[in-house]
């Protein structure tokens, strides 16, 4: 088990002004570190929103990298945290990319990839169509990383509307799951609470997500905000305000066993057909 620790959740509106995205979202890192936080997560997309073929030019092959994760990583070093990058343009070898959340250890190197599973094709009720699949490859693995307050499970937004994927990430021993999000805004507000709350009561696991927010400059694209941190009980114990910024909490793997043994569903499951 791990031990109480301070996370620290970033909020930020991402363009495809990729040296400003960098700079927002590293000048944010410092700040939630400067704070108290030993472990920062930023939101899917940190580094770019915007057209597919300007996309493909910032594509970093991992685990080398290139710019974009040399100066994440150089920050986690000299800060001394963990940091987790909810979504990282990595090189696929089919050309396209992966949406990979990649975690960062306090010596500023690569811990864990987590390559996102569920990719978001839908066409919304406002007449917005996404194809994530035109661009992104999809992974296949369920990922849990360590961390200073125990083993952290590993996804990227869309991933929430899939339950069994969190479960799967209980039963490899999360005491917290992330979920880096770039959350439309019209969805958002039906759905972004209800859903992360609900993850973090069938999984016995704080829910760490944080978010993009605002207008994107790209074809009408608007994101929710909110980022925030849900304990194991399904309370909402850190919320982001609106803009820029940072929240602070603590994740108590004690909590965890609290309520696990409080109410112990997860034990209770059964197999059925």
């Known amino acids: 088990m791990g031990e109480k620790t301070t996370v620290g959740i970033v ?37 770019f ?15 080398s990298g290139g710019p974009i994760l040399r100066n994440c990583a150089e920050v986690a070093r000299s800060a001394g945290i963990d940091l ?45 169509r996404v194809l994530e699949s035109r661009g992104t490859a999809p992974g296949d693995r369920a990922v849990v990383t360590d961390t200073p307050f125990g083993p952290l499970g590993l996804t990227v937004c869309y991933d929430v509307r899939f339950p069994l994927l969190y479960q799967a990430l209980a039963d490899l021993g999360a005491t917290a799951i992330t979920v880096p999000s ?23 696991c704080y829910v760490i997500a944080p978010a993009q927010h605002g207008d994107h400059g790209h074809r009408g694209r608007q994101s929710y905000g909110h980022g925030l941190v849900v304990d194991p009980w399904g309370d909402v114990i850190a919320e ?7 929240a602070l909490t603590d994740i108590d793997p004690e909590r965890v066993a609290s309520v696990r043994a409080e109410l112990p569903s997860l034990d209770n499951r059964r197999a059925f057909s």
């Open 11 to 47: 909020q930020m509106c991402a363009t495809n002004d990729v040296e400003r995205n960098v700079d927002t979202t590293l000048s944010l890192t410092k700040a939630a570190a400067d704070a108290g936080a030993r472990v920062v997560f930023v939101p899917e997309a940190f580094a």
């Open 49 to 63: 929103i915007g057209p597919e073929r300007e996309r493909r030019l910032i594509l970093e092959p991992l685990p």
């Open 84 to 128: 987790v990058l909810g979504g990282f343009a990595e090189a696929a070898e089919d050309g396209r990319a992966f949406n990979t959340c990649v975690h960062i250890g306090p010596s500023g190197g690569i811990a864990s990839l987590y390559r996102k599973i569920h990719l978001f094709d839908v066409d919304m009720v406002d007449g917005t």
């Open 182 to 204: 770039a959350f439309f805004k019209n969805t958002g507000k039906a759905h972004w609470h209800v859903l992360l709350r609900a993850r973090a009561i069938e999984c016995q």
């Open 240 to 246: 982001c305000d609106e803009g820029d910024g940072f």
